[in-house]
């Protein structure tokens, strides 16, 4: 639990999105806002949610239940709003494995840019929320705290960090940047993408046999990666 002495600030919920939900956890959500000093107020705004907490606005999608059958229109709304905040959150309950399944494939397929916005994926709503509050607190603590330039310089560290990843993995033949995110995503690191077997690569993404095996050749057959690459 969070707690403030003269309250974190305030929570705005979109109204179509309350008229959504159930009462009883549109109840959950109230009481663990009064639990944790926020006032809640119902208004038409375009997001799920804004906070303002510490002069920080962050803005947030919150899809309680996960349906395969309408993720062009969710990404469709996420593309326009994250255009909108430069503090946007999506988060997602996928309590299920084929819901879970679900989400990933469709993550690869409508997100081109890793982390724009970040989706926050859970087991459950009332743990959807609670991450919600937290995510905007913390962003409230550090504006408080005057770490904002600290964030940036390792922001801009990660950024590099994800640039030399992309050059590494992508010149592998045939192997492209939807395939090195999909690895970082679900293998890890370039230490960890090179210790993978074939099944656990095919396994944990949407990577063809092909490609699996181009990638475990280039990084334990020093025939094959110290050969000439003909595109």
């Known amino acids: 639990m969070i707690y403030a002495g003269n309250g974190n600030g305030v929570c705005m919920m979109n109204i179509a ?9 549109i109840s959950f959500i109230s009481s663990f806002l009064k639990a944790n ?4 107020s ?9 906070f303002n907490n510490g002069g920080v606005s962050v803005a947030f999608v919150f899809v309680t239940n996960w349906d395969p059958g309408n993720v062009s229109a969710v990404f469709s709304r996420i593309g326009k709003l994250k255009k909108q905040f430069g503090h946007f959150y999506v988060v997602v309950s996928v309590p299920t494995r084929e819901q879970n399944d679900s989400f990933n494939r469709s993550y690869f397929n409508y997100i081109v840019e890793l ?6 994926p859970v ?13 905007a607190h913390t962003h409230g603590v ?3 705290e005057d770490v904002i330039n600290r964030l940036k310089i390792e922001r801009e560290r990660q950024v590099q960090a994800m640039d030399m990843f992309l050059r590494v993995v992508t010149s592998i033949p045939g192997i492209d940047n939807h395939d090195a995110n999909a690895l970082i995503q679900t293998v ?8 993978a077997s074939n099944t656990f690569i095919l396994e944990n993404t949407d990577l063809s046999a092909d490609k699996a095996d181009r990638i475990v050749r280039f990084f334990r057959d020093p025939q094959y990666y110290l050969s000439p690459k003909l595109n």
Do not use: N
């Open 37 to 40: 000093s926020y006032r809640l």
């Open 188 to 195: 890890g690191s370039i230490q960890a993408i090179s210790k």
């Open 42 to 50: 119902f208004l038409p705004i375009a997001p799920d949610f804004i």
């Open 123 to 135: 087991r459950d709503p009332e743990m959807g929320f609670e991450k919600i509050v937290k995510i």
């Open 17 to 25: 999105w309350r008229d959504e939900q159930h009462p009883s956890f």
């Open 115 to 120: 982390g724009c916005p970040t989706f926050v």
């Open 142 to 144: 550090c504006k408080q």
